[in-house]
């Protein structure tokens, strides 16, 4: 079974940055599309960005679009979330997922897209 653990998250002023890293183990990394997802106290696990499993494809909410950016590094297993401009409303447990079916290549920005899972990240965004 794949395991996925997040790193990177901590506190930042607004307008300042965070990179975070999902790094997976196994084999099979890069065949599987990889997303991005954030919940904030009180509120719903909300889809913040996808990467195919190549690279080629990215997708985001419009709520991150243009300060947001997934990329992924399939040698290293590692998926990124770099975020720039942060706002105090990015403050939120960050999670990375996988896809629960290898080679897909359409929008997956749903939960029930992914079935693996990392334990989250906080980000703290202070105003």
């Known amino acids: 079974q794949v395991q996925l653990v997040e790193s990177g998250g901590g506190l930042v002023q607004a307008g300042g940055s965070l990179r975070l890293s999902c790094a997976a183990s196994?084999?099979?990394?890069?065949?599987?599309?990889m997303g991005w997802f954030r919940q904030a106290p009180g509120r719903e696990r909300e889809f913040v960005a996808a990467i195919s499993w190549s690279g080629g494809t990215t997708y985001y909410a419009d709520s991150v679009k243009g300060r947001f950016t997934i990329s992924r590094d399939n040698a290293k297993n590692t998926v990124y979330l770099q975020m720039n401009s942060l706002k105090p409303e990015d403050t939120a447990v960050y999670y990375c997922a996988q896809d629960r079916a290898r080679y897909r290549v359409v929008k997956l920005t749903t939960r029930t897209d992914y079935d693996v899972w990392g334990q989250g990240t906080q980000v703290t965004v202070s105003s």
């Open positions: 196994g084999q099979t990394f890069s065949t599987y599309a």
